[in-house]
T-cell receptor
């Protein structure tokens, strides 16, 4: 069964450094998402992406965050200058066309980001 | 924010059916009910979804009340590997693609 893959599984970065989290969505999916989960807290939506542009973003997704689909297979989340509070699990998800109402999002197993 | 209410936790016995309730009293006619689960820090795993009819797949069954104000996820024969946090999520708007996760129900399957 096709799946969303994320790399790396664990990323350790010094505060203030840039980090790029990578995702390969399911191949025929058109909508891509990033979520995060701080340890012990709820899964939170960050951003959705369709047709090479952001379709929705949350308040968490401020100017230090950016997303890109650099080629036909990868979807990336960049954090420009990391802070301690960015430490979390970051999940990528993809779906076909949720506007049809019956297309679920499928998630990867996440990247654990640890900011020192 | 999620518009669902779930019990914080429940136990069930291995091999028995697990019935997970969810209230969504403010659901509107074009909103679907989705169920996901998260097994210990893995990514959320899609289980099933429905609009108004009952649904069944290889993982579970979804029973939606006639008034659509509540639903029940049924795991027919729970195994230890079904221990997870289960999330009932209503899509907030038809053009709002994000999933709003609540705290879910922590289900512990006991041998």
């Amino acid at each position: 069964e096709p799946e969303v893959t994320q790399t790396p599984s664990h990323q350790v970065t010094q505060m203030g450094q840039e980090v790029i989290l990578r995702c390969v969505p399911i191949s025929n999916h058109l909508y891509f998402y990033w979520y995060r989960q701080i340890l012990g807290q709820k899964v939170e939506f960050l951003v959705s992406f369709y047709n090479n542009e952001i379709s929705e973003k949350s308040e968490i997704f401020d100017d230090q965050f950016s997303v890109e689909r650099p080629d036909g297979s990868n979807f990336t989340l960049k954090i420009r200058s990391t802070k301690l509070e960015d430490s979390a699990m970051y999940f990528c998800a993809s779906s076909e066309n949720p506007a049809r109402g019956n297309q679920p999002q499928h998630f990867g197993d996440g990247t654990r980001l640890s900011i020192l | 924010d999620a518009k669902t209410t779930q019990p914080p936790s429940m136990d069930c016995a291995e091999g028995r059916a697990a019935n997970l309730p969810c209230n969504h009293s403010t659901i509107s006619g074009n909103e679907y009910v989705y169920w996901y689960r998260q097994i210990h820090s893995q990514g959320p795993q899609y289980i099933i979804h429905g609009l108004k009819n009952n649904e069944t797949n290889e993982m579970a069954s979804l029973i939606i009340t006639e008034d659509r104000k509540s639903s029940t996820l049924i795991l027919p024969h729970a195994t230890l590997r079904d221990t997870a946090v289960y999330y009932c999520i209503v899509r907030v708007r038809s053009n709002d693609y994000k999933l709003s996760f609540g705290a879910g129900t922590t289900v512990t399957v006991r041998a």
